[in-house]
């Protein structure tokens, strides 16, 4: 990607991230951390679950060593703003989302070289 290209695209996360945090407060946190199951249960399907259905999709199709290398890479990643954005589209829980997504990516800068060296 050329640098305007790469300018583009982060100024328009930033603004859709923007956009949608306008619209909370400081409750809709609270609420989250006051009843932390859904988190917990949103951490574990990413951080455990997911990496164990790649697993064992690549045990069961036995792909190319760089297609089950990618899909590893994949399912150890963190979700991004794309999911906050299609949870305020359906009308979700949004602090919940971006609850997840902020813990969720602080957690995998130890879980990611985890799984992928597994």
Do not use: H, W, Y
């Given at each position: 990607?050329?640098?305007?290209?790469?300018?583009f695209?982060?100024?328009?996360?930033?603004?859709?991230?923007v956009?949608?945090?306008?619209g909370?407060?400081?409750q809709?946190f609270?609420?989250?951390a006051d009843?932390?199951?859904?988190?917990?249960?949103?951490?574990f399907?990413?951080?455990?679950?997911?990496?164990?259905?790649?697993?064992?999709?690549?045990?069961?199709?036995?792909?190319?060593?760089?297609?089950?290398?990618?899909?590893?890479?994949?399912?150890?990643?963190?979700?991004?703003?794309?999911?906050?954005i299609i949870?305020?589209?359906a009308?979700?829980?949004?602090?919940?989302?971006?609850?997840?997504t902020?813990?969720?990516?602080?957690?995998?800068?130890?879980?990611?070289?985890l799984?992928?060296?597994?």
């Open positions: 990607m050329d640098q305007a290209s790469t300018l695209l982060a100024v328009s996360i930033m603004i859709i991230m956009g949608m945090g306008l909370l407060t400081l809709d609270k609420r989250v009843n932390p199951k859904p988190v917990l249960i949103g951490l399907n990413q951080i455990i679950l997911l990496p164990i259905v790649g697993f064992g999709l690549c045990l069961v199709f036995k792909p190319e060593p760089f297609i089950a290398i990618g899909l590893m890479m994949l399912v150890a990643c963190p979700g991004g703003t794309s999911s906050n949870t305020l589209l009308k979700g829980d949004l602090p919940l989302s971006i609850s997840l902020a813990i969720n990516s602080l957690i995998t800068i130890f879980t990611i070289p799984i992928i060296n597994f």
